[in-house]
């Protein structure tokens, strides 16, 4: 997790908490896809996995008035998902991986492509494909300053001042930077979005 | 500008109160909504992480708009770890004033709802709220809000997840 998230996903959870469920919504669009490929650990089946998800999330909703922020969001987030996971694999008579790390804190740094790209179909396989190879191509081509300052925020997680002291330039510039990487990358990605009947952001 | 205060929101960059505009203008603006959905898509790939393209499939959206909205009692915002667990320690005795002023009227007249309630809720005005919000849960009873209140820490503490 890079710095600055903790406190954003805050903001987000006590508005939230607050009854604003738009704030719930922007949480679930940054961390449903890890929350994703977490569950593709422990449950084969691309629908299946979904349905979890779902469960998962609606279940995140609801308890939300007992989250105080004592952990961050997305390891009770995860937390949520692993027991939802459990609960999902016992009832449907299948043995829970016991061995495989069903633990918040690793499951936040594993990696696991050739499952989640076994349980894809193969359009959506497709799509995210493209969607990244967007994304790593338009990095190749963004001036020298841009790749530095959004490689060293998503990548490195560094804060706009430690950004600005490497960089030896102020904040200001530090943010500009970062938002003309992320909005010149975003602007080649449009073009593949909206071509599904799946509600695209 | 606005989009800068957007990447800036998604870095924990921007000054509280200013996210707290940006947050409250994007729950009418789908653009945002998608720009942020975009922007952390891209951190995902960067980072190298298996990438689901940014969807939220249309039965969740639904399913979540579907939920009853929460509304969580208010926290002293930025409260030490001293505070915040005195809080909760006040919050438990509280708690027991309640049951104990339950237990002990039910065996006398039945006190008015809102006076149970402004018990409840000394510390907070949000409790109250949360009570007539989740009255539809509420058994018949004399009182209606003290029942649902009860349910509803009932379902938090049986759902939380820690």
């Known amino acids: ?201 | 500008m606005e989009q800068e205060q957007l990447s800036a929101l998604m870095d924990g960059e921007l000054e509280a109160d200013h996210a707290d505009r940006l947050l409250r203008g994007m729950r009418d603006d789908p653009e945002a909504v998608a720009m942020w959905t975009q922007y952390h898509f891209i951190g995902d790939v960067l980072r190298g992480e298996p990438s689901l393209a940014p969807t939220m499939s249309a039965r969740l959206a639904a399913a979540l708009a579907a939920e009853p909205t929460i509304l969580a009692p208010r926290r002293a915002e930025r409260a030490t770890n001293t505070r915040r667990i005195s809080l909760q320690i006040a919050a438990s005795v509280a708690g027991v004033a309640v049951v104990g002023w339950l237990a002990f009227s039910s065996v006398n007249d039945q006190p008015k709802p809102d006076e149970v309630i402004a018990l409840a809720s000394a510390r907070d005005d949000a409790v109250r709220d949360l009570t007539r919000m989740h009255l539809e849960f509420s058994p018949h009873t004399a009182m209606p809000g003290v029942a649902s209140y009860i349910r509803t820490v009932g379902i938090n503490e049986r759902d939380r997840v820690r």
């Open chain 1, 1 to 201: 997790m890079a710095q600055g998230d903790r406190e954003i996903d805050q903001q987000l959870v006590e508005r939230a908490q607050k009854g604003d469920k738009r704030a719930f919504d922007l949480l679930v669009l940054k961390y449903q896809r890890k929350l994703t490929r977490l569950l593709s650990r422990f449950i084969r089946n691309a629908s299946e996995v979904d349905d979890v998800a779902q469960e998962a999330l609606i279940k995140a909703y609801r308890a939300l008035p007992s989250f105080r922020g004592e952990s961050a969001f997305y390891t009770w987030l995860y937390r949520i998902g692993i027991n939802t996971a459990k609960n999902y694999l016992v009832a449907m008579g299948r043995r829970a991986p016991t061995s495989t790390g069903l633990d918040a804190e690793e499951a936040e740094t594993f990696d696991d492509n050739d499952r989640l790209r076994d349980m894809n179909t193969p359009e959506a396989e497709l799509m995210s494909k493209q969607m990244a190879s967007v994304v790593n191509e338009t990095m190749r081509t963004l001036p020298e300053e841009l790749r530095t300052a959004i490689t060293l925020r998503e990548i490195e997680g560094l804060s706009y001042e430690e950004i600005a002291e490497a960089m030896n330039c102020p904040i200001g510039t530090v943010r500009s930077r970062i938002f003309r990487a992320r909005e010149t990358i975003a602007a080649q990605l449009r073009p593949l979005l909206g071509t599904s009947d799946d509600k695209r952001w």
